[in-house]
């Protein structure tokens, strides 16, 4: 089992920053990637970054250049930066962390980005 908690929500103005951190527990040495995920009210989920054991990132389209995904092996911790913030960043952002007997997955945090 993989327990996941994410922290670094709030409320921000456009153009504004946050760094939300995702901490997990439990058996994380079968830990392979761990992702980011958000969902706003109404729309399906959406990956926004991954990244795998070895460091290699990956983004969505749409916060390409804008956000940037880390982790800190040894604290067993990813991170997600997120710059230049749109009002349609706004959602609950989930953490996910992929390992051989499934994936498991944090409650979220809510990020709100104010006009």
């Known amino acids: 089992q993989v327990q996941l908690v994410e922290s670094g929500g709030g409320l921000v103005q456009a153009g504004g920053s946050l760094r939300l951190s995702c901490a997990a527990s439990g058996r994380t040495f079968n830990i392979d990637a761990m992702l980011w995920y958000r969902q706003a009210p109404g729309q399906q989920r959406e990956l926004v970054a991954d990244i795998s054991s070895g460091g290699s990132t990956g983004y969505a389209d749409s916060v390409k250049g804008r956000f940037t995904i880390s982790r800190d092996n040894a604290k067993n911790t990813v991170y997600l930066q997120m710059n230049s913030l749109k009002p349609e960043d706004t959602a609950v952002y989930i953490c996910?962390?992929?390992?051989?007997?499934?994936?498991?997955w944090g409650q979220g945090t809510q990020v709100t980005v104010s006009s």
């Open positions: 996910t962390a992929e390992t051989v007997a499934g994936n498991y």
